[in-house]
């Protein structure tokens, strides 16, 4: 069976599953990296919020859903996962002065988002993009993200600086950083044993790994971005720092007395960005060097 049957096949069955009162339509969705999915978005009349399921990922695994009758059982368990019976005031999303408060950045590719970034404000930083979003709380089961796009700012009559600056003031009250070893949080997802003590210390002094990302675990790799915070993680580490990108939602450091390994760690990161991320957690290839005497951060070279 070719995709587009596929894709008619399960409409047609989620039509018939969720009733006549339920309004379905395959949407292509842009996302990270320049990828596009086939969205399955469901509106109840009940909320004008209207969950999306990929339906890519069905099609391109028939061992773990081998037949429709599979496929729209997991659809139909992950709408009712992800609905509410809520609906959002359409008046907030217009007004600014209640939506810049859930405003919040986040950083993506530039070279791989070209084409999204046509149609989003957006902030160039090194190799990266900062671009905006809103962050909702709308269900029990998590928050909501909305990317902002050009449209919005016109709705708004705001620029992209204000944009920028607002976003600096309130994402780290929205998602403040959480910075750990990474000793401590594999101890703690079981895939090294417990250290404490002087075996804690010698495992961390061997490996001087450090995990930076946010409180919610979304985009955090953003917090590289808050102000004072590297200064502050250099200072406290007593080094210049090596920032290697290990996905869009979090950031490994290392310590560094210079630049020496860079090559090797970006060949590191090229390689697990090949094999061991899907394409639209990707963020760089590049190794980043925050310097403390200079307080700036720049890509080795």
Same mark, same amino acid.
């Given at each position: ?9 399960? %409409? ?5 599953? !969720? ?23 469901? /509106? /109840?009349?009940? /909320? ?65 988002? $070209? ?22 709380? +709308? ?10 796009? $050009? ?11 204000? +944009? ?21 949080? %594999? ?29 919610? $675990? !979304? ?16 200072? $406290?580490?007593?080094?210049? %720092?090596?920032? +290697? ?8 450091? %290392? ?21 061991? +991320? ?24």
């Amino acid at each position: 069976m070719n995709y587009e049957t596929f894709k008619n096949t399960i %409409l047609e069955r989620m039509q018939l599953l !969720l009733g006549p009162d339920t309004a379905l339509r395959i949407q292509t969705i842009h996302k990270n990296n320049g990828l596009k999915l086939d969205g399955l978005v469901i /509106s /109840s009349p009940n /909320s004008n919020l209207s969950p999306t399921v990929f339906l890519n990922y069905y099609y391109e695994n028939p061992s773990v859903f081998p037949d429709f009758d599979a496929i729209c059982r997991d659809i139909q368990r992950t709408y009712e996962q992800n609905c509410s019976a809520e609906s959002m005031d359409a008046d907030f999303f217009t007004d600014y002065e209640l939506i810049r408060r859930h405003i919040a950045y986040r950083m993506i590719n530039y070279e791989k988002n $070209k084409e999204l970034l046509e149609t989003v404000p957006y902030v160039r930083y090194l190799d990266l993009a900062i671009v905006f979003y809103c962050l909702l709380h +709308l269900t029990e089961n998590g928050n909501a993200t909305i990317l902002i796009h $050009k449209n919005h700012l016109d709705l708004w009559q705001v620029t992209v600086s204000q +944009l920028y600056e607002q976003a600096c003031q309130t994402t780290p009250l929205l998602l403040p950083y959480d910075f750990r070893n990474m000793t401590a949080i %594999l101890s703690d997802m079981g895939d090294a044993a417990p250290a404490s003590g002087q075996n804690q210390a010698d495992a961390a002094s061997f490996c001087p790994m450090y995990v930076l990302t946010n409180n919610q $675990k !979304l985009y955090g790799a953003g917090c590289m971005l808050y102000p004072g915070l590297l200064e502050s993680i250099s200072e $406290k580490l007593d080094h210049d %720092l090596f920032l +290697l990108p290990s996905s869009i939602h979090e950031m490994i450091l %290392l310590p560094a007395d210079n630049r020496a390994y860079s090559a090797e760690l970006a060949d590191m990161v090229a390689q697990i960005n090949r094999t061991e +991320l899907a394409a639209e957690e990707v963020l760089s290839d590049q190794v980043y060097y925050y310097s403390r005497a200079q307080q700036a951060l720049s890509i080795c070279s």
